[in-house]
Structure formats: structure tokens, C-alpha cells
């Protein structure tokens, strides 16, 4: 049966046992409405970004195993972290890594071996470690609203409405739009879509400026 990357089960499991060094579980993908697994907060963080990217369309965790016999004889072997399919068709390999660690020799090792292999299939290859702290406390916090909110179908238009032209979010919230408990989730939620635009290199607060994204044009 031909199954695509982007939809194949993790080669291997994802223990979880007591003492456990790092935190795994599984993040609800919004973008396919999907569980993703993640072996650490490193790789959560990495998820949401993913998601967040619209770029992205599909994502796979530990998508397959690479083998291959070293010089010295010795089996090299490496599971990259995601599989990721891009707008187009295209493919991007993910591997998520601690920026200390990133030279480790054996890591190095499995990089390296990953990037052959994704150079042979023509996919996109690329190491992800940490992100900005800025960056990643926003994308946290406009991640808990991307599921569609209560209210949206109500709102949306409104507030797309109220930042055709620059404002703050505080602004739009007292412009009295709706009860703010249903349009501040609404708004939060274009943010996340990416309808409305921000400057996500800045602490998100009632002081930031947001915009509605015309149609056709990025957020970035």
C-alpha cells in the first residue's frame, strides 16, 4: 500500500516512563486537524511554529529510518524528527536539536546522512533548535486559539472590519465590536490564521499593532 510521508505512522514509539528527562506527547495539528507526537518541548515548539506556517500543509513525526554502512564498516542509522509537505508538493525533512548539541559527533553523523538521502529525493532539508523567546511566548499564546472560537461567524467579518486600517488591539477592543470574552478569541484566532498581522518579534499586549492581510498578500 502506497501511504504518502506526510500521513505514514512514527517508525518507532514514544516512551514515556517516570523520571523521564523529556516531555512527550501529542500536539493537535490545526492545520489537518491531526495529532502530531513530540518527544520534547523542544519539538512542541517546533509544531507550533509548523502550524503556524502556512507554508505547510501536513505534517509526519519520525517519518522513516535511514541505514547505511559507514567507511569503517560500522551501521549508521538516523530517524529524522518530521516530515513536513510544503504548498507545491514539495517536501522538507526536519530535524530538532538542542543548538549545544548540534555538533555533537553523533548527531553530526545522523545530519549528515539525512542530508544525502533528502538530497537524493529532492526534498528541502533543515535543523531547527531553539527559538527566540519572544517569538515562541507569542505563538504560545495565539496556539491555545487555534481551534475556531465561539462567536466566530458572528465577529470575524467585524473585526477584520475594525483593522482594515493600523490599530492596536486595544483600540479594537474598545471600539465595542462585541463583548470582548467573544471578540478578543475571534481576533487572537485571525492572528493565528493569519487574516490579521503583527510584529511577532514584539511582546503581544493591547499595545500592539494589528492589520487585516488584503487578499493574496503574506502576513509576513
Not at 509526519?60 to 549508521?76: E, I, S, T, V
Not at 522538507?92 to 533528502?118: N, S
Not at 507569542?138 to 467585524?158: I, K, Q, T, Y
Not at 514584539?202 to 492589520?211: E, F, H, P, R
Amino acid at each position: 500500500m502506497h501511504i504518502p510521508f506526510h500521513q505514514v505512522e512514527p517508525v518507532r514509539g514514544f516512551p514515556a516512563y517516570r523520571r523521564q528527562r523529556h516531555m512527550s506527547g501529542f500536539y493537535w495539528f490545526a492545520t489537518t486537524a491531526r495529532f502530531v507526537a513530540y518527544e520534547s518541548r523542544l519539538e512542541l515548539s517546533i509544531l507550533m511554529l509548523l502550524d503556524y506556517d502556512l507554508e505547510v500543509e501536513a505534517v509526519a513525526a519520525q517519518p522513516f529510518h535511514l541505514r547505511r554502512r559507514g567507511r569503517n564498516g560500522r551501521q549508521l542509522g538516523h530517524v529524522p524528527d518530521y516530515f513536513a509537505l510544503l504548498a507545491g508538493g514539495r517536501g522538507r525533512v526536519i530535524d530538532v536539536t538542542p543548538a549545544a548539541r548540534r555538533h555533537d559527533p553523533a548527531r553530526k553523523l545522523g545530519f549528515e546522512l539525512t542530508t544525502e538521502a533528502c538530497r537524493s529525493a529532492g526534498w528541502e532539508y533543515a535543523i531547527k533548535t531553539e527559538l527566540n523567546s519572544t517569538l515562541l511566548t507569542n505563538l504560545r499564546a495565539l496556539s491555545g486559539f487555534r481551534r475556531e472560537p465561539a462567536g466566530f461567524d458572528r465577529f470575524a467579518c467585524a473585526v477584520l472590519s475594525g483593522c482594515a486600517k493600523q490599530t492596536t488591539i486595544g483600540s479594537l477592543l474598545a471600539a465595542e465590536v462585541g463583548p470582548d470574552a467573544l471578540v478578543r478569541p475571534v481576533m487572537l484566532h485571525l492572528l493565528w490564521q493569519q487574516r490579521l498581522k503583527m510584529d511577532l518579534a514584539g511582546v503581544l499586549s493591547n499595545q500592539t499593532l494589528i492589520a487585516a492581510v488584503r487578499a493574496g498578500a503574506s502576513a509576513g
